[in-house]
Nanobody, 124 residues
Framework: QVQLVESGGGSVQAGGSLRLSCVAS????????MGWFRQAPGKEREGVAT????????????VKGRFLQGQFTISKDNAKNTLYLQMNSLQPEDTAMYYC?????????????WGQGTQVTVSS
């Protein structure tokens, strides 16, 4: 079993920053793919970013530009079994529950393990 615990969410004004963390424990190792997903009220869950065992990353279509502009960054500290999502220049449309997920398989496939989520609220 794998346990994932997110933290770092909160309420910020537009333009603010948050750093989400996801601590993994249990039978997980660096070979796992890990990622961040989010679900806004009334909307389907969407992928934010994933990071594979070799460090390669992929981004969700709706936020890809934010990553390419350097506003969002996904990273992983293997020594701490911790996944991060640094979000700068947050906008109200970023308001959502953010979930951490992990899977031993392909990053693009279904994820077996999920955290409980951490709420991000951005006010204008």
């Amino acid at each position: 079993q794998v346990q994932l615990v997110e933290s770092g969410g909160g309420s910020v004004q537009a333009g603010g920053s948050l750093r989400l963390s996801c601590v993994a424990s249990g039978k997980i190792d660096r070979s796992y793919c890990m990622g961040w997903f989010r679900q806004a009220p009334g909307k389907e869950r969407e992928g934010v970013a994933t990071i594979d065992s070799d460090g390669s990353t992929s981004y969700g279509d709706s936020v890809k530009g934010r990553f390419l502009q350097g506003q969002f960054t996904i990273s992983k500290d293997n020594a701490k079994n911790t996944l991060y999502l640094q979000m700068n220049s947050l906008q109200p449309e970023d308001t959502a529950m953010y979930y951490c997920a992990a899977d031993p398989g392909w990053c693009g496939g279904p994820y077996n393990y999920w955290g409980q989520g951490t709420q991000v609220t951005v006010s204008s």
